[in-house]
């Protein structure tokens, strides 16, 4: 049902051992990723999401990704795929052993819980992060802003956040909003979009991005902007983007209820899914 | 040569491939691991290296780990290994697939790197670490002070440092000393051997301890107390110590010679390896 395909083009199986224990993955989480959604066996964002995976490769001096390989080994794992009409494609790419990168793309089926929040929507708490901004740009070395597969701390404050009874989480550096562990933040105030900027130490949304664009394409406006929590805590509606959860609403912020944005939030999505209809 | 052992006693061949595409460690870097000088067929401090793997295995909220198994996979590891006198031991605990643990001891030579830096010291810079040590008591989701497979940073660390013309790095938060990406900072001065505190968000050190232990033996004080960089460049001498490394000289630090500390080294070297004679 799966499909995995190794960036030489070698198609194996993903319930078997394929990772040597000498990896540099296996070793140190070092590496880089892009989740991408494939649906009806087109790849949405396919262009933003290598360009990332590119400048993720740079910042850990990972050797320049062949992009065109990536994009063999994308269709290819889209070709193998024998399940619905819905999968999430998987680019890891990782130092891999000896200096030889390892490189795959997993192709698999959209988490349960992921369809539920959906439709559901989530309640999020805010976590800090603990990292000032102004050393994305002083201190290299610390990645912010890359895509790495070192995203131990990204799973632990998504424990944290169920520990408090929500299910995500959002990253806040004191009052200032950041990202998801695995999303970026997207409000919506008086028919204008929000999102924090890049230089706050956050990954580019390659899904915000697209929302983005198709809002302003409907006469939406849109900024990229600092946002606290206040101002989530003000807005018409507050999203939670990314490729495989699409636009989540967030309908509690700790633990505090904010406004039925069902209306927007099918506005939005209407928008967003016509980009790809 | 290497020798590698699965948690369930199974022995396997490191050099083919052992891990699923779908392991959290490769999905997520989402693990534990420690590494453990053998010398002779004796693991060095086993029991602390356990004990700390138990300790960030509950960081991360990994089922508690099952010490008598993994003493046996450690000796099956020292009993299978083909080497030399010396092997590196790593154990290995990730969160694994659908919810089942994977681990592993592998056991492999001491990097070549490695064994001349014990000889002839290091050069080290200091690079900042961006997380305020408060924040290892008030936002455990951080994971300060977890020996995580998460260790991008930590790589990405020590290679900015050989890019400033040094070996190694030493993280620092403003200009208080924190410690080394895979070591311990120890500094000698009259006499007395200091170290920062794990309050500083540090690991505890197993070597610092062992070093610190054989040091009291012998009449040396020893304080475990922050430190400065101006600590560093007033001190009669500084040590890098980890398990593979054991005590190694930092000679210059951010570029600058420090006194040579041949003679303490020797001194020193000689106290702690009478603690496994």
Redesign the interface.
Known sequence: MRS?VFLDGRTAD??????????????????VFETILVRHGKARELGPHLKRLARSAE???LPEPDLAAWERVSQAVIDNYRGGPEMAL?L?Y??GVDGVPTG?G?G?PIEEKVVRQRAEGVAVAT??????PS?TE??????IGAK??????????V??AQRRGADD?VFVFGEQILEGPTSSVVIAKDRTLYTPPPSMGILPGTTQAAVFRAAERAGWGTKVEQLRVADLLAADAVFLTSSVRLITRVHTLNGQQLPDAAELHRELNALYEAEYA
């Open positions: 995995l993903p319930d078997a051992p394929q990772i040597r224990v000498d990896d540099q993955v296996v070793q140190r989480g070092d590496g910042m850990l001096d998987k890891v990782t130092r795959f997993l698999s976590l800090e992060r603990g990292l000032d050393l002083t201190a290299p070395w610390l990645l790495t597969l070192s995203y131990g701390v990204n799973m632990a404050a424990r944290e989480a």
